[in-house]
């Protein structure tokens, strides 16, 4: 696997019809730990980076409950994103393991580097498409829901060594429902508000 610009978003593209094959590819790469955790960070940081840009450049309607909401609040927008993404990792890994796959921690964090990479590139997508053509954004945003969780169920698939990728896909629905309720309980808790996303949506 190369780094070069070109090559990776062949890959990313590559992603879509075949994402196996690239889950091997990039499951194979060989890093550091904490070399993983830095490059977590950064996507993170530019996910929620590009989701204050949407909100800046289209906001919402105007509503007094959104004043309390994840909206309004970039930092404790970005610190609940980055949460669910660390806490995606570690059920990638946990639930996996669990069912008897063979899947390392690494490679459960390459999952969501992976995932967070692309979704960046189609966050912007979106963004431009908003400015020219809002219905075709409001596609491009579904389609990006859409290839996340294609992502997460085929790379899961792949480094636990499951054959089949529509159990781990029911599996990650389920979890997923678990996970929006604990965090709607803590945010709830916290004083989030009513505006949350949901976890699909923070990429």
Avoid: C
């Amino acid at each position: 696997m190369r780094f070069e610009p070109g090559y990776l978003l062949g890959m990313a593209l590559q992603t879509i019809p075949e994402p196996r094959k690239v889950a091997r590819d990039v499951l194979s790469l060989d890093f550091p730990r904490a070399a993983l955790w830095q490059a977590f960070a950064l996507f993170a940081v530019l996910s929620t980076g590009l989701n204050v840009a949407s909100v800046i450049l289209f906001p919402p309607p105007p509503d007094p409950a959104l004043a309390d909401s994840l909206l309004g609040d970039p930092l404790r927008m970005g610190m609940v994103q980055t949460a669910s993404l660390v806490i995606t990792v570690f059920l990638i890994y946990w639930v996996g393991r669990a069912f008897g796959g063979h899947g390392t921690f690494p490679q459960a964090i390459l999952t969501v580097i992976w995932m967070q990479y692309v979704s960046v590139m189609l966050q912007l997508v979106v963004l431009v498409l908003a400015l020219f053509a809002p219905g075709l954004a409001a596609l491009a945003a579904l389609f990006s829901v859409g290839v996340s969780f294609w992502i997460i169920t085929h790379f899961t698939a792949e480094m636990h060594g499951f054959r089949s990728a529509g159990l781990v896909f029911a599996t990650i629905v389920v979890l997923l429902l678990g996970l929006g309720v604990v965090l709607g309980v803590a945010l709830a808790l916290i004083g989030a508000g009513a505006g949350v996303l949901s976890p699909m949506q923070m990429r």
